[in-house]
């Protein structure tokens, strides 16, 4: 899988393909319906993996969107993907829930994202995080 990492156990990435999808329990989708190539819904439909869709791009993300995130975290069964089209979008959404918990903040989870590769200091993806733990 393309930009494949770990964040304190969640999987994050981009676009798996149908085989790559097989290797987990829950599957969190971040990218929209219209988006090129995200084929995840119909890859699952009628498999046991517990599927949830939360679309955002940064710019539509929302406190929501991380809350409902998170609860398909709380909720999940097996491993746990979360992805998008490059992985930038799924870091992030696991290095803030995953800074949630621990409750280390923003910097927990500016620190999280780099440690799985992911440097986005600068980016408008930190500015989310730190304004999200604000």
Aim: aromatic share 6%; net charge negative.
């Amino acid at each position: 899988m393309k930009n494949e990492a770990q964040v304190d156990g969640i999987t994050v990435g981009g676009q798996p393909s149908a085989g790559e999808l097989g290797r987990f329990g829950t599957v969190i989708n971040i990218r929209g319906d219209d988006e090129p190539g995200n084929a995840t819904a119909a890859h699952l439909a009628g498999t046991a993996v517990a599927y949830t869709s939360v679309p955002w791009t940064i710019d539509t993300v929302t406190k929501d969107d991380i809350a409902r995130i998170r609860a398909a975290v709380d909720a999940a069964k097996g491993p746990i993907l979360i992805h998008c089209m490059g992985g930038t979008r799924a870091v992030v959404a696991a290095a803030i829930v995953s800074a949630e918990k621990d409750g280390s903040g923003a910097t927990g989870a500016l620190s999280k994202a780099a440690a799985a590769g992911y440097e986005i200091t600068g980016t408008p993806y930190a500015a989310f995080i730190s304004e999200y733990f604000r």
